[in-house]
Each structure stands twice: as structure tokens, then as C-alpha cells.
């Protein structure tokens, strides 16, 4: 069976200013700071060490 991952809409994006972190599924994350500003996540793990890597939308 296929894996399932959540997707967020360009809508949704958008729209959204609450602060908080919102997940696309596979690690990606949707990160929203206090001021408004958005920026994405990739979480990964790399011979068991947790890593981030992130960029400004």
C-alpha cells in the first residue's frame, strides 16, 4: 500500500498567519514566526543524527 502524505494547499499557505509549525508530511514542515514570516523545514535523519535544513518561502 502506498504512503500517504498530507499535503498543504497554496490556499491554506497563504491564508494561514497563526504562529506554529504545520506539517506536508515526509518531514517537510511549514514554519510561521510570531511576526507573520513563513519558511519551510525539512527534517532528516542521517546515520542516526537529527538533522534540519530550512529556506524562507
Known amino acids: 500500500m502506498a504512503h500517504q502524505v498530507k ?12 504562529p506554529g509549525n504545520y ?3 515526509d518531514g ?3 514554519q510561521i514566526a510570531e511576526g507573520g514570516s513563513k519558511s ?3 527534517r ?3 546515520a542516526g543524527t537529527a538533522r534540519e ?3 524562507t518561502a
Open 40 to 42: 519551510w523545514i525539512f
Open 28 to 30: 517537510l514542515w511549514l
Open 7 to 18: 499535503k498543504l494547499s497554496a490556499k491554506l499557505i497563504s491564508n494561514s498567519s497563526s
Open 23 to 25: 506539517s506536508d508530511g
Open 44 to 46: 532528516f535523519t542521517i
Open 53 to 55: 535544513m530550512d529556506w
